[in-house]
């Protein structure tokens, strides 16, 4: 299983930025996918994920309203749409992905919904930098 991600690079405030992540080895319909950044000296965070099914969702409160993740399974893909960027969304973001099926982990809860909060198969990163 292998996870590309592209799209990050440098930008404003208020900016918006488009991530992508191709996902090979499996068949994406089967597997949750998840959007973790990580910043040096800090703890790593969740920031976006999405069911297998993509019924159920899962953003960090500090994104809610401004990042949206989607999967497309027909061409083994998903994106993080990340609009109005600030400068704490400045890390490393790395895609992942779980399979959902026979799932024995934890999960993230919002709005009545559930989804898989530890991921197996993590891509190298892409670098997000919010400056003026």
């Known amino acids: 299983v292998q996870l590309q991600a592209s799209g990050g690079g440098s930008v404003q405030p208020g900016a918006s930025l488009r991530l992508s992540c191709v996902v090979s080895g499996v068949t994406l319909a089967d597997y949750a996918v998840g959007w973790f950044r990580q910043v040096p000296g800090k703890e790593r965070e969740g920031v976006a994920c999405?069911?297998?099914?993509?019924?159920?969702?899962y953003y960090a409160p500090s994104v809610k309203g401004r990042f949206t993740i989607s999967k497309d399974n027909a061409n083994n893909m998903n994106f993080l749409q990340m609009d109005t960027l600030k400068p704490d969304d400045t890390a490393r973001y790395y895609c992942?992905?779980?399979?959902?099926?026979?799932?024995?982990?934890?999960?993230?809860?919002?709005?009545?919904?559930?989804?898989?909060?530890?991921?197996?198969?993590w891509g190298q990163g892409t670098l997000v930098t919010v400056s003026s």
């Open positions: 992942t992905a779980t399979r959902q099926e026979g799932y024995t982990g934890s999960y993230y809860y919002m709005d009545g919904q559930i989804v898989p909060d530890t991921y197996h198969y």
């Open positions: 999405i069911s297998s099914d993509s019924r159920s969702f």
